[in-house]
């Protein structure tokens, strides 16, 4: 059993940038295939970005593109999401998850096995 726990969230100004992380509680990322998906009030949750196992591999959606980032540091065992010049549309709850299957042209919450509990992302003036 994974459990991964996600921090970084907060409140940031449109234009403005946060880092989320995740890390396993226990056990390790190794092998996995991870992603982030969000979920705004009374919307369904969607994904976000993944990286493949091996981090040769990544997808977004098409609203992050150009401004989203998603990497792993296998040593420090953290899977990351960089997010910059935000918008007040990327509100919402995020959550990690991780899978262990592979990373095709897309991905859905039914590719992977185990989430976190989710990080709060404000965008507000």
């Known amino acids: 059993q994974l459990h991964l726990v996600e921090s970084g969230g907060g409140l940031v100004q449109p234009g403005g940038s946060l880092r989320l992380s995740c890390v396993p509680s226990?056990?390790?990322?190794?092998?996995?295939?991870l992603g982030w998906f969000r979920q705004a009030p009374g919307k369904e949750r969607e994904g976000v970005s993944a990286?493949?196992?091996?981090?040769?591999?990544?997808n977004y959606a098409d609203s992050v593109k150009g401004r989203f980032t998603i990497y792993r540091d296998d040593v420090q065992n953290t899977v990351y999401l960089q997010m910059n010049s935000l918008k007040p549309e990327d509100t919402a709850v995020y959550y990690c998850?991780?899978?262990?299957?592979?990373?095709?042209?897309?991905?859905?919450?039914?590719?992977?096995?185990?989430w976190g509990q989710g990080t709060q992302v404000t965008v507000s003036s």
């Open positions: 998850a991780a899978g262990l299957g592979g990373l095709g042209p897309e991905f859905e919450a039914d590719d992977f096995d185990y």
């Open positions: 226990g056990g390790t990322l190794d092998y996995y295939m």
């Open positions: 990286i493949s196992s091996n981090g040769g591999t990544t």
